[in-house]
């Protein structure tokens, strides 16, 4: 009668440790800091941030159901900003949701830019030839950062900008058109009327700008829109 019942509870403890070997695994820390990363850089790789994980932190091994694991990253990933974050994590097994998890990841921003190769004294023209495209970490959100060399080609530095330093649009503006004193090409339009005269500008300008022109022989001053280099345009007088 004892064999029969030693044989039973044999078969059961074997029938548990089948059991719980079968259908958990422990995931090993350095496993989990490692997929976790990976997703995560493929998804700011997706969306276009610039953003790049340094290094991800994780404390402790976790267990999970036995299966294929994909890490699911629980965060809108259009607000992440640079630095030292927490993150929701869920362990995706065989598709099914397991366990979540929070991991600290540093992260970090880079961006290829526009730069100067050396420095521009105010008043300068860029050209092409100033302009290099520079990979650079942005510690810092900078307003009307200059992506595209293209939007600043060809405009005139309002200040001094110094070689390797990220550019924004409000230290370039358009090159004049006209200058204080210049004599000026005027046309003035009312109708099928064309008149052709000349003025003085009273006010530097550029092209589309409102300025204040002046008649050099009755002196009466009036406004006028630079429509060209050394030209202006009125349509109504």
Same mark, same amino acid.
Do not use: C, Y
């Given at each position: 009668m004892k064999r029969p019942l030693f044989a039973g509870c044999f078969f059961g403890v074997v029938a548990l440790l089948v059991a719980a070997t079968g259908f958990s695994q422990v995931v090993a820390r350095t496993d989990v800091m490692s997929g976790v990363s990976a997703s995560?850089?493929?998804?700011?790789?997706?969306?276009?941030?610039?953003?790049?994980?340094?290094?991800?932190?994780?404390?402790?091994?976790?267990?999970?159901? &036995?299966?294929?694991?994909?890490?699911?990253i629980?965060? &809108?990933? &259009?607000?992440?900003?640079?630095?030292r974050r927490s993150i929701p994590v869920t362990a995706m097994v065989n598709g099914v949701p397991d366990t979540q998890i929070k991991v600290v990841a540093v992260i970090k921003r880079y961006l290829k830019i526009p730069v100067v190769r050396r420095s521009i004294k105010r008043g300068s023209m860029v050209t092409a030839k100033d302009l290099k495209m520079k990979r650079m970490e942005m510690v810092r959100e900078i307003d009307?950062?200059?992506?595209?060399?293209? &939007?600043?080609i060809g405009m005139v530095a309002k200040r001094k900008v110094s070689k390797?330093?990220?550019?924004?649009?409000?230290?370039?503006?358009?090159?004049?058109?006209?200058?204080?004193?210049?004599?000026?090409?005027?046309?003035?339009?009312?109708?099928?009327?064309?008149?052709?005269?000349?003025a003085e500008a009273l006010a530097d300008g550029r092209v589309g700008?409102?300025?204040?022109?002046?008649?050099?022989?009755?002196?009466?001053r009036y406004e006028a829109r630079i429509s060209a280099p050394g030209q202006a345009m009125v349509q109504t007088w």
């Open positions: 995560l850089g493929r998804a700011f790789a997706k969306n276009g941030s610039g953003l790049v994980v340094e290094k991800i932190f994780q404390r402790t091994d976790i267990t999970v159901a &036995d299966g294929s694991i994909v890490w699911q629980d965060t &809108d990933l &259009d607000d992440m900003k640079p630095g009307g950062l200059v992506v595209n060399s293209e &939007d600043i390797w330093t990220p550019l924004q649009m409000k230290w370039f503006a358009e090159q004049l058109a006209v200058e204080r004193g210049d004599r000026v090409m005027v046309r003035l339009i009312k109708g099928g009327l064309r008149i052709n005269t000349t700008e409102m300025i204040q022109l002046r008649n050099p022989k009755s002196h009466v």
